[in-house]
């Protein structure tokens, strides 16, 4: 279990394309999981889960075109 002191999206979405499954807690943001290399999305998700969710699957995807 990796935990990031800080939200850096780009720094986030290379830890988890790296290691491709797992968890991780953001201070902050709370303890997210991770599988097939994408952020999964919580059971009862709230907007503030949903929103980081989103936005990191979505660095993850744009570090991919490169």
């Known amino acids: 279990m990796?935990?990031?002191k800080k939200y850096v999206p780009a720094l986030i979405a290379k830890h988890i394309r790296?290691?491709?499954?797992g968890r991780m807690y953001i201070q902050g943001k709370?303890?997210?999981?991770f599988d097939n290399g994408t952020m999964l999305m919580p059971a009862q998700a709230d907007v503030k889960h949903?929103?980081?969710v989103n936005e990191i699957n979505?660095?993850?995807?744009?570090?991919?075109k490169f």
């Open 30 to 33: 709370g303890a997210y999981e």
């Open 58 to 64: 979505r660095a993850i995807e744009s570090s991919k």
């Open 18 to 21: 790296t290691f491709f499954k």
């Open 2 to 4: 990796r935990i990031f």
């Open 50 to 52: 949903a929103s980081t």
